[in-house]
């Protein structure tokens, strides 16, 4: 990796099976950013425990998550992709911010608000400061750009916050990220309620193409989702659901808005949405072969687990390291 590009960090979640819309709005987008970034793309896995996980099934996810970005095209030799657990700075810096938020900030996530009111049973201490967590993770890496969905704003902004109330008390520490919304599925909706976000921990599995979705499946979901009144397939702000299946088929095939309507003038519905399916059907099944061989050969992936656990921490290190030292703590004794 060279050392004069610019970091770019990011990464997911690793609760349940990937959705299309953690394609289209992020994975898909990260592929060739290595050309111009350094980049660290992380398993999630302690932002996963805000969530109650089942053990065996969530040991199962990061790993799918893992193969899943590889498959996807991120080269693991040309982007750093590690388990977030496996670097203890992560939890480390995230104390020592968590220190330097408010909660008057923490309390105006939308998220949590959010969270909290699907997990009414288990509104706990890491949910509220999952954001805290988050901006550690940005700034052990000294990220410059964050490519996140647009729900994610929010989040970058207290990064943003707490580095600079960082910075303003002990000098240039934390380099200040951006994020990075693309216009291409930024935000991808629900196929059962085209007026809440894809969500992969969403319960109705009809709402969902899941990345592993087999082509059958696709096809018949997209047959399924909800439309609305009406029969032109045209994008506009009245017709939520087609605008989204729009998007859709536009960030599989590149074609704009404008040449979908044309592409489909005076055609229904129903030939629309099977194109839409065949579409992402296709996108996908190169992915899913891929994913099926990585995940058939164990030794490669534990190979570049190691390899970039090791390069992930180091470069964590630094960071905590000159954060220890401005802050006070006594360095170790070696
Ligand atoms: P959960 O349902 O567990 O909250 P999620 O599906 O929202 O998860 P995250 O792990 O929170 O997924 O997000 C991973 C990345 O995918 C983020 O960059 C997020 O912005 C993006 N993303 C998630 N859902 C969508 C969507 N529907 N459209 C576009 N981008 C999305
Ligand atoms: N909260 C993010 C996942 C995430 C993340 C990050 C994204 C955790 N830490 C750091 C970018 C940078 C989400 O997408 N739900």
């Known amino acids: 990796m060279e050392e004069n590009k610019k970091v770019l960090y990011s990464g997911m979640q690793a609760t349940g099976t990937l959705t299309l819309g953690n394609y289209l709005g992020a994975l898909k987008n990260w592929v060739k950013m290595h050309e111009e970034f350094t980049c660290f793309y992380g398993v999630m896995d302690l932002h996963s425990l805000t969530v109650r996980q089942e053990p065996a099934q969530f040991r199962k996810n990061a790993r799918a998550l893992y193969a899943l970005y590889v498959a996807a095209g991120l080269d693991p030799e040309k982007n750093c992709i590690y388990y977030q657990s496996h670097v203890a700075a992560h939890a480390q810096l995230g104390w020592v911010l968590d220190c330097f938020t408010y909660m008057g900030e923490l309390n105006r996530m939308t998220q949590f608000k959010d969270k909290a009111s699907k997990h009414a049973d288990n509104i ?142 005076g055609k229904g519905y129903g030939e629309f949405k099977l194109a839409v399916g065949e579409a992402v059907a296709d996108e996908l099944t190169p992915l899913q072969k891929r994913y099926d061989e990585l995940m058939k050969d164990k030794s490669y992936i534990d190979q570049c687990i190691k390899t970039n656990d090791e390069r992930a921490a180091y470069v964590a290190g630094k960071t905590l390291r000159k954060v220890h030292k401005k802050i006070g703590l006594t360095e170790l004794i070696r």
């Open 124 to 265: 706990n201490a890491g949910l509220y400061t999952y954001p805290v967590l988050m901006a550690a993770d940005i700034l052990l890496y000294q990220a410059n750009v964050v490519p996140v969905g647009v729900d994610q704003k929010q989040h970058l902004e207290i990064t943003r916050d707490i580095a600079e109330r960082f910075n303003n008390l002990y000098g240039e520490v934390f380099t200040i990220p951006e994020a990075y919304i693309s216009e291409n599925g930024a935000k991808i909706m629900s196929l059962a309620d085209p007026t809440k976000k894809m969500s992969k921990s969403d319960e109705n599995k009809n709402a969902t193409i899941l990345l592993l979705d087999d082509r059958d499946t696709i096809i018949r979901k997209f047959k399924r989702a909800v439309t609305d009144s009406g029969s032109e397939v045209r994008f506009s702000e009245d017709k939520p659901g087609i605008s989204n299946l729009m998007s859709i088929y536009g960030c599989v095939t590149g074609k704009t808005m404008e040449e979908i309507e044309r592409e489909f003038d």
